[in-house]
């Protein structure tokens, strides 16, 4: 597989459900971020991983849990969600040199995991 | 007042038209601009960066004003093809050690024959 693959690609849970979204990425980059994506908003940047460090957390409900167990692989689980929490979750990767210099800043997205929370 | 601005459009022009989107950011500390292109139920792709100097792909033209936090895009002889909602980005060094990207709302564009 090539660029950044997500699982699963639709998902239907109720609210009391835990379950966790996958993201893997095959471009040897050293970022991850999860961002969430609902109907007529921009997309909100949830977490940053840099070197498997979370760099970012943007005040996100801690019903939402990252992990990040290499840099390859990024994880978010989720617990007692609630319906507003439908939306579309990418994930993206990008390459960063050491601080203060960066190699590359461009972001490459996953095709998103769509949630929907009854 | 939000940190990156789009107008949310659509924008509905003819094939060959040639049609611009402009994008203003608040935060002045901000260091790299980009373009992304989102197709309908798909994922934002890159569709260029933003210099300060401007460049050009192909039909595409991104300009940058950093003095007055405003950046551009322009698109000529309008393709079907082209028909997409465009994202603006903005990204942030943060102290934690990396950069923050803030993505617009998005400007819808739609090209009709």
């Known amino acids: 597989e090539t660029g950044v693959t997500q699982t ?66 990024l994880f978010l689980h989720l617990h007692t969600l609630q319906p507003e929490d439908s939306a579309l979750y990418l994930c993206a990767s990008s390459q960063e040199g050491v601080r203060g210099k960066p190699i590359q800043e461009t972001q490459y997205f996953g095709p998103g995991t769509r949630l929907l929370v009854l | 007042r939000k940190e990156v601005e789009q ?38 792709k890159l569709l260029m960066s933003v210099y300060s100097s401007g460049n050009e792909d192909g039909r595409f033209t991104a300009q940058l004003n950093r003095a007055s936090q405003y950046i551009s895009l322009l698109i000529r002889d309008s393709k079907l093809s082209d028909s997409a909602t465009y994202l603006c980005v903005v990204n942030t060094w943060a102290s934690g050690g990396s950069y923050i990207p803030t993505f617009g709302r998005g400007t819808s564009l739609i090209v009709h024959p």
């Open chain 1, 8 to 73: 699963p690609r639709h998902l239907v849970m109720g609210m009391t459900n835990k379950k966790s979204l996958k993201c893997e990425q095959h471009l040897g980059h050293n970022a991850m971020y999860w961002y969430k994506q609902s109907a007529k908003k921009p997309l909100e940047l949830m977490f940053v991983y840099s070197l498997e460090e979370r760099v970012e957390n943007n005040s996100v409900p801690s019903r939402f849990s990252p992990e990040c167990p290499n840099s390859s692989h």
């Open chain 2, 7 to 44: 107008d949310p459009g659509p924008f509905n022009v003819p094939e060959g038209a040639t049609v611009a989107f402009n994008c203003t950011y608040s935060n002045s500390a901000s260091q790299s601009f980009f373009w992304y292109r989102q197709d309908c139920r798909k994922e934002p």
